[in-house]
Nanobody, 113 residues
Framework: QLVESGGGLVQTGGSLTLSCAASRSIFSFSAMGWYRQAPGKERELVVTITSGSTTQYADSVKGRFTISRDAAKNTMFLQMNGLKPEDTAVYYC?????????WGQGTQVTVSS
């Protein structure tokens, strides 16, 4: 089970940190990531991280967003800086475990101009 938190309303240029709390060790997932879905658009990748800490960022967030993990808290984070109105979306965390994908319920991020 994955549970996101930390979304909210922020002005352009502001920052937010999203959290994804897992019910198992986050290093038991072969990969984890953050995805987002804006109204009327398909869900898209924001960033992924493997158990070996290899990361892949979408070009649109490179240099602004940073993924991290806290093993002691079984939590993954997404630090978002320099937010833009186009970052407005529901953000989901995902974990790949064995042959299954697990998704959180999503957290809304709204960036006002």
């Amino acid at each position: 089970q994955l549970v996101e938190s930390g979304g909210g309303l922020v002005q352009t240029g502001g920052s937010l940190t999203l959290s994804c709390a897992a019910s198992r060790s986050i290093f038991s997932f072969s990969a984890m990531g953050w995805y987002r879905q804006a109204p009327g658009k398909e869900r898209e990748l924001v960033v992924t991280i493997t158990s070996g800490s290899t990361t892949q960022y979408a070009d649109s967030v490179k240099g602004r967003f940073t993924i991290s993990r806290d093993a002691a808290k079984n939590t993954m984070f997404l630090q978002m800086n320099g937010l833009k109105p186009e970052d407005t979306a529901v953000y989901y965390c995902r974990g790949d475990y064995v042959l299954s994908q697990y998704w959180g319920q999503g957290t809304q991020v709204t960036v006002s101009s």
